[in-house]
T-cell receptor, first 113, second 114 residues
């Protein structure tokens, strides 16, 4: 139980385009999901907390207009990287909260060329 | 603010060696403590956890004991295998924000040689 999926698992896009990443809780409902960013050989940096039916809460220093988060249902949150640039290339990981625990997705590798 | 500090890696061991990865934390009250494992190219998997002082979390031969007096949660395994090669993250969740965010250490890469 408590499985979280992400789609796509990897994506390559051109600079200036937008890309959407989906995070789904497959066998439970999650009112709260979290989006993290991870650079090579580094720890996870929390970007934002996504709450179903309300606006996401962004961490300090994260551009909310660049990283759009939508949590429209209890099983789906999306992260859209708008006008992507090479510096946005990273590994993006989501997690979904069930009771007091977080369950992580497998991650999405974004490469911006 | 709350923080987690892990020993730096990479850690390289031979198969069947004893493993210790140190983790200390700074937090008010009694946070919940976690160890996560990340295999190459994958997300994080919860390895074990402890929610109160002197609790011992264990899973797959790994153990960690919540030590309030030393604010530590060191990860140990008696005999590592090549398949244990991964990055290990220590994390805490504030006692005052049970549904909230996790604070991660910097991660420790473990490489086990046959």
């Amino acid at each position: 139980g408590a499985v979280v999926s992400q789609h796509p698992s990897w994506v390559i896009c051109k600079s200036g385009t937008s890309v959407k990443i989906e995070c789904r809780s497959l066998d439970f409902q999650a009112t709260t999901m979290f989006w993290y960013r991870q650079f090579p050989k580094q720890s996870l940096m929390l970007m934002a907390t996504s709450n179903e039916g309300s606006k996401a809460t962004y961490e300090q220093g994260v551009e909310k207009d660049k990283f759009l988060i939508n949590h429209a249902s209890l099983t789906l949150s999306t992260l859209t990287v708008t006008s992507a640039h090479p510096e946005d290339s990273s590994f993006y990981i989501c997690s979904a909260r069930l009771d007091y625990e977080q369950y992580f997705g497998p991650g999405t590798r974004l490469t911006v060329t | 603010g709350d923080s987690v500090t892990q020993m730096e890696g990479p850690v390289t061991l031979s198969e069947e060696a004893f493993l210790t990865i140190n983790c200390t934390y700074t937090a008010t009250g009694y946070p919940s403590l976690f160890w996560y494992v990340q295999y190459p190219g994958e997300g994080l998997q919860l390895l074990l956890k402890a929610t109160k002082a002197d609790d011992k979390g264990s899973n797959k031969g790994f153990e960690a004991t919540y030590r309030k007096e030393t604010t530590s949660f060191h990860l140990e395994k008696g005999s590592v295998q090549v398949s244990d090669s991964a990055v290990y993250f220590c994390a805490l969740r504030s006692a005052y924000n049970q549904g909230g965010k996790l604070i991660f250490g910097q991660g420790t890469e473990l490489s086990v040689k046959p």
